[in-house]
């Protein structure tokens, strides 16, 4: 039942193999399988070394250590794991046992698989459900900073992002190292992983005394971001969209008149020809090389859209057709239908991402452009039916959550092979090891309101212990009406919560909007619509005087902000952190959910109602300076901050 073979444990039982070895630091891997032999599938491990084991095997059980994390086997095949002794971790196993006394008189197996035709297997694992809080697992438009009660779908959506580590008061993290679509629910009976199609079950889990050293453990087996660029910390500008260079242009120079730094501006969608093109409508961009060398003048950087979509009359669809560089489906004729119908490139076919780069890398990078916003990065289809999509690697029930990795891979390589090292890309989406691959993930197409800001707070905080430090949102929301009474408070408190996120971005479709399209033609630049005006001066002067004052203390914050970025890139850590990262002894910060440390040293009380001018700020044991009135105050109590329309409570730490 048990054996070792090269430094590996293996046991088998009822037609089941399962897999376990020390890979990482404190860590240890699991694969199981119904059939005759494991396959070479690393997904978000691939690269990371196996690492010695201490394992010991008797009739009755066995035991595998590395480091301070240890596992038992019993005969029955149920798991149990241990930090330094302490459980922390096993599986839900319940068999009836006329020979043991109080077994439980139901039946249900740890890992169950439902065979599909095909010979792959619908999967689920079950594990004991604990007095814990649960934390990461990538971002969800819900307010739960504490995801315990939740149950989640593991699929990539426009604003879901799925990227399954998860992270225990408990002190494990666990990765569900399978890119397969499916569910997690961590409910007070059970904790269930399901997958819809898998060949083998496969997760990896590690243990540490902190958070930080659960995360660090995961980061250094997954891989960390590289060094933040300094040309992109400070403010980048974008609406809903700039239709010509000359938009740009204006835009950019009024910045500069005005004495505003201004490290990005983007480039929105349909500046190009049609879906799939990737290059100018040269009508209405007709020097991008001059464009960019002006925007270059004034400190600026410039990112464009570049969507993953073709459309069947752009100028390459033939040819990815004929090369077999697109999603194909198992029925209908579409993957995608805004403006156009299309198909969407297979960015999990390496000689598609090459091809997509070359097409950029000519028409865009050679032009000075070295920023790409991968939008519909999920990708987005018409309709989310995971199985109807088919992939190079398989089909998308199967392999369907890796599509944003490989995408962020396509540009992040090309870009380092044409010598380029300042790498920072805004997608739509990720996956574990999104990171490595200079992304920005942004939170993407959401609504402008408090409920929705509050959404964003959980979501960020969620993501960066998920191992992604590089985030942002539209801020004020992408769907908005300017004309509510209410929108210009939501406006200042977004951008002063924004000002404290990794990254600064003015965005989204200000509407209403009744502005004439450039020209009729059905294709081309000219003829989708925009949005309202939305740079720092578009709502008005006492607006605009807050949004100014902020944009300065984001430059004043640079030095620091290098700091934490540094610290994301070599050891993991997030750069907006739950207060229980900075805390974790401090059992009041794993309950804390509407404050966060930005960093090491501040400590963030976003607003997150309207019409409030205070709110209550718990402050740990220490001393506290207050960023806005230089009072300094002793901690471990709550205090009621107050909060004026013009002010983010913000605590420095001394």
């Not at 790409?372 to 392999?399: C, M, Q, S, V």
Request: glycine residues 8%.
């Amino acid at each position: 039942m048990f054996y070792e073979r090269e430094g590996r444990l293996f046991f088998s039982r009822r037609g089941e193999t399962v897999c376990i070895y020390a890979q990482g630091r404190d860590a240890l891997r699991v694969r199981a399988t119904m059939n005759a032999s494991f396959e070479a599938e690393d997904w978000a491990l691939a690269g990371v070394p196996q690492t010695a084991a201490q394992i010991t095997i008797s009739k009755e059980a066995a035991t595998i250590r590395n480091g301070a994390i240890e596992l038992t086997v019993s005969r029955f095949g149920q798991m149990r794991f241990y930090n330094n002794g302490r459980l922390v971790l096993e599986e839900y196993y319940r068999m009836f046992d006329y020979d043991t006394p109080h077994t439980p008189s139901v039946h249900v197996v740890a890992r169950e698989y439902r065979p599909i035709p095909g010979g792959e297997y619908a999967f689920c694992q079950r594990f004991e459900s604990a007095d814990e809080k649960l934390f990461g697992m990538g971002q969800y438009q819900q307010p739960q900073l504490n995801l315990k009660g939740c149950t989640l779908e593991l699929a990539q959506r426009n604003s879901q992002v799925s990227v399954p580590f998860l992270l225990s008061s408990r002190g494990y993290g666990f990765l569900w190292n399978n890119p397969a679509i499916g569910r997690a629910t961590f409910a007070a009976n059970v904790t269930e992983w399901r997958a819809e199609s898998i060949r083998q079950a496969d997760y990896w889990i590690t243990v540490g005394e902190t958070p930080r050293a659960i995360v660090q453990n995961y980061t250094q087996a997954v891989g960390r971001a590289p060094v933040f660029p300094q040309n992109a910390m400070g403010l980048w500008q974008c609406k809903l969209r700039y239709r010509t260079q000359e938009e740009v242009l204006a835009v950019a120079r009024e910045y500069h008149r005005r004495g505003i730094p201004l490290d990005v501006i983007v480039i929105d969608f349909f500046h190009w020809t049609r879906q799939g093109d990737w290059k100018f409508d040269p009508q209405y961009w007709p020097d991008p090389a001059a464009m960019v060398r002006e925007l270059k003048s004034y400190g600026t950087r410039c990112m464009v859209s570049v969507w993953p979509t073709v459309d069947k009359k752009s100028e390459n669809y033939a040819e990815m057709t004929e090369r077999g560089l697109l999603v194909r489906t198992e029925r209908g004729s579409q993957c995608f239908d805004f403006l156009g119908d299309s198909y969407i490139y297979d960015a999990t076919n390496p000689e598609a991402r090459a091809y997509l780069w070359e097409k950029c890398r000519k028409n865009y990078y050679e032009s000075g452009i070295d920023m790409f916003w991968l939008d519909e990065a999920e990708p987005e289809y018409a309709k989310y039916d995971f199985d109807n999509f088919r992939y190079h690697i398989g089909t998308d029930l199967r392999t369907g959550n890796l599509y944003p990795v490989c995408h962020a891979r396509a540009f992040y390589e090309g870009q380092r092979a044409a010598g380029q090292t300042d790498i920072c890309n805004l997608i739509r989406s990720a996956w574990v090891g999104s990171q490595k691959y200079g992304a920005v993930l942004w939170s993407g197409d959401i609504y402008g309101n408090f409920v929705s800001l509050r959404d964003q707070l959980a979501g960020g905080l969620n993501v960066g212990i998920a191992g992604i430090p590089w985030w942002t949102t539209d801020i004020g929301g992408f769907f908005v009406d300017v004309t509510d009474p209410g929108y210009r408070e939501l406006l200042v408190r977004w951008f002063e919560f924004a000002v404290f996120c990794p990254v600064l971005r003015m965005h989204g479709d200000k509407g209403p909007s009744d502005i004439p399209p450039l020209d009729r033609r059905e294709w081309g630049g000219g003829f989708c619509h925009t949005g309202l005006p939305n740079e720092l001066w578009s709502f008005g002067e006492e607006t605009y005087r807050v949004l100014k004052r902020y944009t300065q203390l984001r430059c004043d914050l640079r030095p620091y902000l290098t700091e934490v970025m540094r610290e994301a890139s070599e050891t993991g850590a997030p750069v907006m952190r739950p207060m229980f990262f900075e805390f974790p002894e401090d059992a009041l910060c794993w309950s804390v959910d509407d404050a966060y440390m930005f960093g090491s040293k501040y400590l963030v009380a976003p607003v997150l109602q309207a019409g409030a001018v205070q709110r209550e700020v718990y402050l740990p044991a220490g001393s506290w300076r207050d960023l806005h009135s230089g009072e300094v105050l002793t901690g471990g109590r709550r205090i009621v901050a107050p909060a004026p329309l013009e002010v983010i409570p913000v605590y420095e730490r001394l």
